[in-house]
């Protein structure tokens, strides 16, 4: 009996043995593949952050390539250290071509609005329209050159033949950032109303600049137009 007992012992030991040998070899599997998918990730994180790093330094160099070109337009858009001697139409092409391509690399407002006027001074008033609607499609939240880009857009419907266009822009004018530009809007219609013959809805207008605005720069302007 005694020889058999210590048969099973053994028996029992050898698979206690061979249960603890395949659990390290489970672990150890798991560990690997543990270690794989920690290398894997390590390695990605790593290329998202090299791609991030580049992306930024790729965004810095075309903002600062676009503002180069936003600042030579400037120059020939005003006539200011030009080298060559240039028409004022020469310039302004020059001018647009180069705000065409600071727009194309990165969009500005000022850029944008420029575009406008440079279509504007060469009298091409349907790409000028065009430009000062994509400002405020895209800018018009901005508070200092949105009402320039309004009057513009205004002059260019006018000059277009487009008055009823020209007074709704008005319109818009007079409302932007509650109305503190109301008065401006008033004489512009004014003035439209006169260049296009209608008399009376000018002076209604220039009466309700006087009544609502008498401080207004442009009342004594009103005042002027009423008395004749």
């Known amino acids: ?10 028996k029992k030991a050898v698979l206690k043995e061979e249960a603890v040998k395949n659990v ?6 798991v560990l690997r593949e543990k270690k794989k998918i920690f290398t894997f990730a390590v390695v990605a994180l ?12 790729y965004q810095d160099s075309q903002k600062k390539k676009a503002h180069a070109l936003e600042q030579e337009a400037y120059k020939y858009y005003y006539a200011l250290d030009i080298k060559t001697p240039l028409s004022h139409e020469e310039r302004l092409k020059k001018a647009l071509e180069l705000y065409t391509q600071a727009l194309k690399i990165k969009s ?3 850029a944008q ?3 406008g006027n440079c279509y504007y001074q060469l009298g091409d008033y349907a790409s000028a329209i065009k430009a000062y609607t994509a400002f405020l499609d895209k800018y018009h ?3 200092i050159l949105t009402p320039l880009v309004f009057q513009q857009l205004a002059a260019s419907y006018s000059r277009a033949g487009k008055p009823d266009e020209a007074l709704k822009a008005l319109e818009k004018l007079g409302q932007f ?3 503190i530009f109301k008065d401006t809007a008033l004489i512009k219609k004014a003035r439209l109303y006169e260049a296009i013959g209608k008399s009376d809805e000018a002076k209604k207008k220039y009466k309700e600049l006087i009544t609502n605005f008498p401080e207004s720069i ?3 302007e009103a005042r002027a137009k009423i008395e004749d």
């Open 24 to 29: 390290f070899i489970s672990i150890g599997d």
């Open 46 to 57: 790593i290329a998202i952050i090299i791609f991030f790093i580049a992306f930024l330094l």
């Open 108 to 110: 500005t407002p000022l």
């Open 177 to 179: 950032n509650k109305g």
């Open 113 to 115: 609005f420029y575009l």
């Open 1 to 10: 009996m005694t020889k058999a007992i210590k048969k099973r012992v053994v």
């Open 218 to 220: 442009w009342a004594p």
């Open 141 to 143: 939240r901005e508070k």
